[in-house]
C-alpha cells in the first residue's frame, strides 16, 4: 500500500497570506495525484488532478506541482472561503489512498 | 451540475448488514467509474471501493475485502454498496464518488454526494 503523508497537520494562516501545503508518497505514483478541499459538514470537493490540472471552476490561486514522491498545493493568497481541511490522494495503484490532511486555519 | 444522493444508512448493531444506495442526477452513468469513499467522526477520508463503469472491475480496501461487495444497475442508473458483517470501526459517513473516467488513469474523484451515516453499535 502506498502510504501518503501530508504535513503539516495544521497551517495557520493570515487572510491574504499564502500557504504551502506538502503531501509525500512511500513510493512514486508518476503524477497521478489529486487534492481536494473539505469545508465542516460538507463533501470534499476536487481541486487539482494530475498534479497540477485545476478542475472546473477553482480559481488560480490553487496551483500544484511535484512529481514521483513529493507534492505541493499552494494557495497564493488565502481568501476565508479557504480555511478547511486539504487532503491529497493518490491514484497510481490500489488500493487508493489519501493522505491525513492538512487543516487550514485562521491566525 | 452532476449530483449524487445517497441512502441507506442508519444504525446497526456489530454483525450485521446493510446496504447503501447511490443515485446520481443526469449524466452519463455506464460511462464513468464509481466509488465509495467513508469518513469516521473527526478523521479523515478513507477509500472503501471503486467499481469500473461496466462493473467488470471491483476493488477493495484491506479493512471490508470480504465482508463489503461493491454494484451498479447501469440500466438503472444506481451504485450499491452491500455492507455484511458491519463493525463497530465501520461507523462513518459514507459517500458516493464519481471517478473522473471509465478506468485506469481516472480513479479520482470530481464529484461527491453528500454523504450517509453509518453507525455500528456493539
Known amino acids: 500500500e502506498i502510504v501518503m503523508t501530508q504535513s503539516p497537520a495544521t497551517l495557520s494562516v493570515s487572510p491574504g497570506e499564502g500557504a504551502t501545503l506538502s503531501c509525500r508518497a512511500s513510493?512514486?505514483?508518476?503524477?497521478?495525484l489529486a487534492w481536494y478541499q473539505q469545508k465542516p459538514g460538507q463533501a470534499p470537493r476536487l481541486l487539482i488532478y494530475r498534479t497540477s490540472t485545476r478542475a472546473t471552476g477553482i480559481p488560480a490561486g490553487f496551483s500544484g506541482s511535484g512529481s514521483g514522491t513529493e507534492f505541493t498545493l499552494t494557495i497564493s493568497s488565502l481568501q476565508s472561503e479557504d480555511f478547511a481541511v486539504y487532503y491529497c490522494?493518490?491514484?497510481?495503484?490500489?488500493?487508493?489512498?489519501f493522505g491525513g490532511g492538512t487543516k487550514v486555519e485562521i491566525k | 451540475e452532476v449530483q449524487l444522493l445517497e441512502s441507506g444508512g442508519g444504525l446497526k448493531q456489530a454483525g450485521e448488514s446493510l446496504r447503501l444506495s447511490c443515485t446520481p442526477s443526469?449524466?452519463?452513468?455506464?460511462?464513468?467509474?464509481m466509488s465509495w469513499v467513508r469518513q469516521a467522526p473527526g478523521k479523515g477520508l478513507e477509500w472503501v471501493s471503486t467499481i469500473s463503469n461496466f462493473g467488470g472491475g471491483t476493488f477493495y480496501a484491506d479493512s471490508v475485502k470480504g465482508r463489503f461487495t461493491i454494484s451498479r444497475d447501469n440500466s438503472k442508473k444506481t451504485l450499491f454498496l452491500q455492507m455484511d458483517s458491519l463493525r463497530v470501526e465501520d461507523t462513518a459517513v459514507y459517500y458516493c464518488a464519481k471517478c473522473f473516467g471509465p478506468g485506469s488513469g481516472s480513479y479520482f474523484h470530481d464529484f461527491w454526494g453528500q454523504g450517509s451515516l453509518v453507525t455500528v453499535s456493539s
Open positions: 513510493q512514486s505514483v508518476s503524477y497521478n
Open positions: 490522494q493518490q491514484y497510481n495503484d490500489w488500493p487508493l489512498t
Open positions: 443526469e449524466f452519463s452513468f455506464s460511462s464513468y467509474a
